[in-house]
């Protein structure tokens, strides 16, 4: 009896954790200046701060958008910009 109650206690659990995700990703908001942090590594080539990492990472969904932008694109599309995703662990999705 005490472990069907677990097992009924550990699923309720599972199913509200993949709501939560589903909703976390979900409130992504693409916004490009989100991505401020990471101009400077960009721009000069220089090792991305934690903080650009961090940006690039939450608004990873959002690339594929920034990219058809063409306000965006020439800066989201460049070798640098690659690097700076690769270097933080976020390679860029193929669009």
């Known amino acids: 009896m005490a472990l069907m109650r677990f097992v009924v206690i550990f699923a309720i659990v599972l199913l509200v954790l993949v709501q939560e995700t589903k909703v976390a990703k979900a409130d992504v908001r693409c916004n490009p200046l989100q991505l401020s942090p990471c101009a400077n590594a960009i721009t000069s080539s220089t090792t991305p701060s934690t903080i650009c990492c961090s940006k690039l990472k939450e608004q990873r969904p959002c690339l594929c958008k920034y990219m058809k932008d063409p306000r965006l694109q020439k800066m989201i599309s460049s070798p ?16």
């Open 80 to 95: 640098n910009a690659k690097k700076v995703a690769t270097t933080c662990g976020s390679p860029f999705p193929t669009c």
